[in-house]
Structure formats: structure tokens, C-alpha cells
């Protein structure tokens, strides 16, 4: 069975911490892995990974893939209240446009 | 980036009544677009692909004569919850990828149904 399983599922830090949220996967026919950042309504994108070991940065934020293990890991370094919210990943997979499945997310709370 | 407008953001129904779901691709052309279901402090689960010109396909254990999805546009798809139940109440959001290429996901601002 195809899943995508993150950990750990909710996160208490303070402001200035630096997290790592993980996220494993067993899928058929992998095609990319995405990380989004969910508030209080939609999910807005934060990065598409294709390829392993390339790091893909944005301001405090990164990630990398490693496709061998089957893992990612989304950092956020210095960490601010408004970085408080789920943080979703996604597993693009299959032909065709594929098929997205989505883990249970890790909710992020980060305390003044 | 590319943009997913979902209409409306919330409802409230009365139990029995039907309600209507738009979700529109504002600059691009989408050939396909999913519709989700989250439930309170759980992620998104795919309920259906909807395919433009032709019936939609729905994940096991969706009932397609209760959400009937309709593509009748390369903009634009509806979600229609018939005959809605309390249990029906949740957060629904489309997304829809470019089918150029690129295979991010954009989502639609979601709608929040409350059936009473």
C-alpha cells in the first residue's frame, strides 16, 4: 500500500529554535516530493524535490530528498510565531499525472 | 504563481438541501483537478479526480451520487454535496497542476461546509 508517513505529528518550540520535520514514503513509480505549509485554510507550496541530495532554500527554510532511504526533512532554522501551522508532504506518484498522496502532517507550534 | 479560486469559502445548509462547490483555474487550463476532504486535525484526503469532458473518478468508499462532481470546462469544476448530512460537514479544497509540466499543486482557498 502506497503512503507517506511524517513524524513527529505536532512539534512545541520556542521562537530562535531550529526544527527538523521528517517525512518517509513507499510508493510505486516516485516522481517528486513536495512540502506545504498549512494555516488556516489551503496549503501554500513551499518546495518540490525531484532529485536527491540537492538542498532546495528558502530564507530559514529547506530541504532536502534522499531517494535511496526514501526520506525527506524540512528544516526551519530561528524559528518565529508566524512559522506556527501544519506542515504537509505530499508524494507525487505513478503515470500519467500521477496520483498525490499526502501525510497526516506535522503541526508546528512555536511559543513567543 | 498559478492561482485556484474556490468558491464559496464556507456554508452553512440545512440537512437535505444540496450545496454547490466551484473551484476554477484563473490562468491556466486544467484538464484534471482532485477534490479533497479534511477533517478537523487530519490531512487532506483525496475523494475524487475530476476529468474534463468525462465522469470523474472517485477514491473507494466516496459515494458518487452523493458528491456529484461536474468538469464541464477546462476552468472550472463543481463539487455538489446532495441531500447533506451533518456528517457531511468539513473543509473541502480542490487543487488542480498545470498539465504543462510542472507538477506542484495549487489549492483553492478551501470551503468550510456546516450542515445543520
Known amino acids: 500500500e502506497d503512503k507517506v508517513v511524517q513524524s513527529p505529528l505536532s512539534l512545541v518550540v520556542h521562537e530562535g529554535d531550529t526544527v527538523t520535520l521528517n517525512c518517509s514514503y513507499e510508493v510505486t513509480n516516485f516522481r517528486s516530493l513536495l512540502w506545504y505549509k498549512q494555516e488556516k485554510k489551503a496549503p501554500t507550496f513551499l518546495f518540490m524535490l525531484t532529485s536527491s541530495g540537492i538542498e532546495k532554500k528558502s530564507g530559514r527554510l529547506s530541504s532536502i530528498l534522499d531517494k535511496k532511504e526514501l526520506f525527506s526533512i524540512l528544516n526551519i532554522t530561528a524559528t518565529q510565531t508566524g512559522d506556527s501551522a501544519v506542515y504537509l508532504c505530499?508524494?507525487?506518484?505513478?503515470?500519467?499525472?500521477?496520483?498525490?498522496?499526502f501525510g497526516k502532517g506535522t503541526k508546528l507550534s512555536v511559543k513567543p | 504563481g498559478a492561482v485556484v479560486s474556490q468558491h464559496p469559502s464556507w456554508v452553512i445548509c440545512k440537512s437535505g438541501t444540496s450545496v454547490k462547490i466551484e473551484c476554477r483555474s484563473l490562468d491556466f487550463q486544467a484538464t484534471t483537478m482532485f477534490w479533497y476532504r479534511q477533517f478537523p486535525k487530519q490531512s487532506l484526503m483525496l475523494m475524487a479526480t475530476s476529468n474534463e469532458g468525462s465522469k470523474a473518478t472517485y477514491e473507494q468508499g466516496v459515494e458518487k451520487d452523493k458528491f456529484l462532481i461536474n468538469h464541464a470546462s477546462l476552468t472550472l469544476s463543481t463539487l455538489t454535496v446532495t441531500s447533506a448530512h451533518p456528517e457531511d460537514s468539513s473543509f473541502y479544497i480542490c487543487?488542480?497542476?498545470?498539465?504543462?509540466?510542472?507538477?506542484?499543486?495549487?489549492f483553492g482557498q478551501g470551503t468550510r461546509l456546516t450542515v445543520v
Open positions: 487543487s488542480a497542476r498545470d498539465p504543462t509540466g510542472f507538477t506542484e499543486a495549487f
Open positions: 505530499a508524494v507525487l506518484y505513478g503515470g500519467s499525472q500521477g496520483n498525490l498522496i
